[in-house]
């Protein structure tokens, strides 16, 4: 006989207890409190890391020392004024097309600085008319001490130079008017120096535009008219 005490094969045992068995489930609750494996920092990566850091801190450290240096020296760039300007020897040709001429600069520097001498260790003068070049000519150098004004000539001499023979029409133009006007560039390599401290030699560029030359009627001599000029100054 079958024991009546013993559930039969096939079938769910009877509860326990009077409660149900609770459900079986296949789905799968990850363990997150299970130690994780350690995988060590590679040597090349932790190398590159370690020196863009010490590379960001010395551009940290130089930016630093850099402004406390501004703040101390406060640099400013000299400034350049044209007190006269003569235009002697004035000669034109149109065949073949060619200018002649002699002109006389008078220039004021004047450097603003309280703690820094500035040394001109080369310096050249262009004069252009109407953006084409007429003559150059290399100045002599010339040291600079704090809060000090310097004054500089400078001569340049046109021999029979090319000048394209529209320019020449029009200078011959603005000479029958009365007035020619010229531009003048300096070019200097400067250092600025204070101390021990010296900074690494810059070009000066000086920009004086529009000089106005005044002739009187046949006069082969004119001046600057207008008074002193100021130039625009960059570095």
């Known amino acids: 006989m079958t024991d009546q005490s013993r559930p039969a094969t096939g079938y769910p045992a009877p509860p326990q207890n009077g409660y149900p068995p609770p459900p079986q489930s296949n789905y799968y609750y990850p363990n997150y409190n299970a130690p994780q494996p350690y995988y060590p920092p590679q040597p090349r990566a932790t190398f590159f890391r370690r020196f863009f850091a010490a590379l960001i801190a010395v551009f940290i450290i130089f930016g630093v020392i850099l402004l406390i240096v501004w703040l101390v020296l406060r640099p400013r760039i000299p400034a350049f004024t044209v007190d006269s300007a003569t235009l002697s020897s004035l000669n034109t040709s149109t065949s073949p097309s060619q200018i002649s001429g002699t002109w006389s600069l008078h220039f004021s520097v004047a ?116 008074g002193p000029r100021r130039c625009s100054v960059g570095i």
């Open 111 to 226: 450097n603003p600085n309280h703690k820094l001498h500035v040394y001109y260790d080369e310096i050249e003068a262009r004069l252009f008319y109407k953006n084409s070049l007429v003559s150059q000519n290399q100045l002599p150098p010339f040291e600079q001490g704090t809060k000090n004004v310097t004054t500089m000539d400078a001569q340049l001499v046109a021999s029979s130079a090319y000048l394209e023979l529209d320019l020449v029409n029009k200078l011959r133009d603005d000479r029958s008017r009365g007035s020619v006007k010229f531009d003048v560039q300096v070019l200097a390599l400067v250092r600025f120096k204070a101390g021990g401290w010296r900074a690494r030699r810059r070009f000066l560029r000086v920009f004086c535009d529009d000089l106005a030359v005044a002739f009187s009627s046949n006069s082969t001599k004119g001046n600057l008219s207008g």
